[in-house]
């Protein structure tokens, strides 16, 4: 058996401690599996003072407590605690520092934003030096931590004994999402006389991003689905670094999420009103009418529900619904259900889209997770129509439920639904192809008329319910990865 790793792992949520979307169930089950194949894993994130410190029993790490972190001309104190993560003996390690966390929401726009992630990145590796804790890997995830590669090149050079043999992975969540700073934030990095490290044009031009630093000096750079990972490469989906991510080449890799199954299954899931499997559907229907009971909107023989879980954001497609869906609302008989805030005009979309089609739509205005799950359970398709998807989780924690998929094929939503065949009777979900009006009501009419016929929407069903995507697999591939750097 090979040997287990030491791998130290960074992420600015972990779910259910914070979490604003995929990025937090991620580095929930992916740190869980690995801890559960042997390996010692050691995950930080912020003690976010929304963090309900109740409903956790977090205790303070006496041996890492009042740290000053020391970066440039600041100095920050820092005192760890540690919490077991749910459903897992794995402690998570959260750095308390309330000049920093103690904001109304996980990210903010403040000035010192740079900062609350720097320190993130700065005390995990101070705390791996303090815990005599020498990390094969250093994992980092997203912008927040992107700096780590660099500051392991640089600040911490020295300690060869603790970072002699570490390797960095950045992984990709959402490449939109850069952290990109005015030039003026600089001496914040903490680089001193390695500032000229830093991608020089950029400073020139005023600009200083994160995540740009970790594509340049991160051993390898994954994304979450093989597909996007092929995407970011060109400019539709480069978001002005696909240069930079070819200039990496073979170091870019595409490895796709995995489903958490004891949290998303309808046989596990303690969350919905009635667990079923795919053998016994009945649970379904019951979810079902308890979803529209809930939504307090009426119950229809033979009518389909629709549902929405989704961040409000351009990405997930939404600025094509007001061209489709009035008209398909008017036409055809089916009712929507949409848990989802974000910007504000899509908000005001769908109160609109509400108003006017009080029995068929209902607009939950809100991060809500148990709602997540009903709708899941609850409903007959689930819509994604999304303009580009890195992974996305929902489609797969929906095929699960057997609540058939409607996707935009892009990203991983490409690469885990399968258009369905009526002749072959293959196929997982609806997926349309081009990014418009036209494919997102082609998909919805689709959809509708496969729901007509009972025999194929079953059929369509069970090959969904059929598949797996567990992280017991997917980690294998970040196993291999970390063996190979
Ligand atoms: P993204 O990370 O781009 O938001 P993903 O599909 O990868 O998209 O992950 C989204 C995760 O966040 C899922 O677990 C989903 O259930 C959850 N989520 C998104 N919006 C909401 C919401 N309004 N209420 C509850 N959970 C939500």
Redesign the pocket.
Known sequence: MPSALNLLFLSSEVAPFA?????G?VSAALPRTLHRHGHDVRVFMPLYARIDRKKFAFRRVETLRELPIIIGRRVFEVSIYAATLPGSTLEIFFVHCPALYSRASIYSHDGDEHLRFLVLAYAALECAQRMRFAPDVVHCNDWQTAMVPLLLKTRFAWDQKIFGRTKTVLTI??LNYQGMFPASIVGDTGLGDSQHLLHQDQLRDGRINFLLHGILYANAITTVSPTYAREIRGSEYGVGLDGALRSRGSAVKGILNGVDYEEWSPEADKLIPVRYGPEDLAGKARCKQALLARAKLPALPDVPVIGI???LAG?KGFDLFPPALPRLLAKERFQLVV???GERHFERMFRQLQAQFPNQVRFNN????E??HWIEAGSDFFLMPSRYE?????QM?SLKYGTVPIVRKTGGLADTVELWNPRARTGTGIVFETYDAFGLYWAISEALKVYRDRPAYRQLQQNGMAQNFSWDHQVEHYEQLYRQL
């Open positions: 979490k604003t979307g995929g990025l169930d969540h959402n879980v989704s961040r990405q848990t989802g805030s809100a991060f809500d997770n709602m997540a890195p992974c996305g989780l929902n924690y």
